[in-house]
């Protein structure tokens, strides 16, 4: 495939030189080169030479593809009829759940079989779980692998596109389906038009969902049809959805394990010239708590920058750079910061970063005052190792990480900044979590919902108000005690920018006493 612009620009030259050239030679009266036949000749070889020689440098093509944006809508998967081209074998690890859908596959690719025993294709199906773990993707995997239409809709479609007609469009779609059947219908974001209805409104978000309530208890008579819903949160929806006969069927999908992840980066670096420096296994270490989507876009991003270097192939710095890419955002060309903001910055970071290192708290990869997305600067850090359960102290400890950057300002500069505000909701996040879902306050071992939220308000304000206080507090004395390391890290970061894991080290063992304040 000629992707490549100047390929093609050259391909037109050689095309329109060659005709000119036959054009001059064989027409009596045409005198367009005024060159002798050898010249002639010699100016064919030099076309054609550099025509060549464009097709060999015009970069590797796959390169060149891989620089396509992952849209979904550019890139539907969808071949003609609305049929998938897309396979199990597209759909990395969930290999449980590819095995619950072995079932269904079966009865659409067989229904008669089915049929004659008298039971009934499960109709309804609902994927919920954390964005981007690939539910839409084993959807039309199922249909691939059936050979079924696949019809793509989303519930926030019918709240924004097709207001007022929303249950017309829900009957147009399974008539659709019915007509073209096997069929499989996907509803996205189903909690959009699903969520739980009020008594007695007739509002068009609940005419919408009456409406897909009766079709679903209408169809497989004689067509084959299965709705797939997807959504991220299946406690919104309302009952009767979830009714057997509707999704009665409720599969998790959730953030890929370390084999998981190797197995979809394996699926997204398949078509891509890959360099021997590039370690699989290692990059999936690397990603834990990334969704399918994000190593998607990780193998992409780094594609990208591999051609943007001019490189033959993708190499580890290029997957490195696309990490953070993904993690923290597009790096801010050309930032105009303050000199006084970026000392604060630098000090901010590094709080984090000491802290973290003293509580080992998370393995620190890289720290960085270089402005990327809305951040001015971030820790990028991986998880040591794949863990599922966390301890009440180390729950603690991340408030104080999280702290520690607001910690490290007061430290130095004796005031705080506006810096600290994506650090305080995720501490206060992690703290209510603590207070209200793990049981690890001192109001004791219970777990409490919205339901009941409102007998405790009091309670839980004070209670995550005094594990903010106290992790504040623990952050202040870390700092305090070891401000000098705090200084030559920030003082680094000033100098250089970026610091690594190394360069972190060797900080840490100039200073012989570290003190750790934390029990
Ligand atoms: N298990 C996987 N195997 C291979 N690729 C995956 C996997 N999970 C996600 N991806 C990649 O991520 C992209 C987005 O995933 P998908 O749209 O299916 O996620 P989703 O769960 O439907 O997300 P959302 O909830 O945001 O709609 C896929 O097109 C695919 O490239
Ligand atoms: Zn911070």
Known sequence: MLKNKLLKVSLVIFIIVSILLLYDTYSPTSNIFNVSIGDKIFIWIITSGLFIYYIKTSGNPQLVTASIA??????DGLGKNNKPNVSFNDV?????VKEEMQEIIDFINDSEKFHRMGAKIPSGILFHGPPGTGKTLLAKAVAGETNS??????????????????????????EKAKKDSPTIIFVDEIDAIGCKRNIDSNNEKDQTLNQLLVEM??????STVVVIGATNRLDLLDEALLRPGRFDRHIYIGNPNLKAR????????KNKPIDTSVNIGEL??????????????????AAIIAVRNNKKKIDIDDFNNAIERVVAGLEVKHPTVLTKEKEIVAHHEAGHAIVGKFLKSDMIQKISIIPRGQALGYVLKFPDDERYLLTEKELY???IVLLAGRAAEKAIFNEVTTGAQNDLKKATDLATNIVCSYGMSSLGNISINENYIRYYIDSINEEVSSIMESCYSKAINIVEDNIDILKDVANYLLENETMGIDELDDIFKKIPQVTQTVN
């Open 262 to 269: 190797e197995d979809i980066f394996k699926v997204h670096i």
């Open 92 to 96: 990395a690890g969930l290999d449980e």
């Open 217 to 222: 208890d209408g169809f497989n008579k004689d």
């Open 149 to 174: 239409n696949f019809l793509y809709s989303s519930g926030s479609e019918f709240v924004e596109k097709y207001v007022g007609v929303g249950a017309k469009r829900i009957r147009t779609l399974f």
């Open 70 to 75: 992952t849209d979904k809508k550019s890139d």
């Open 284 to 301: 999936s270490k690397k990603t834990h708590g990334f969704s399918g989507a994000q190593l998607a876009n990780i193998a992409n991003e």
């Open 397 to 399: 400890n991340k408030i």
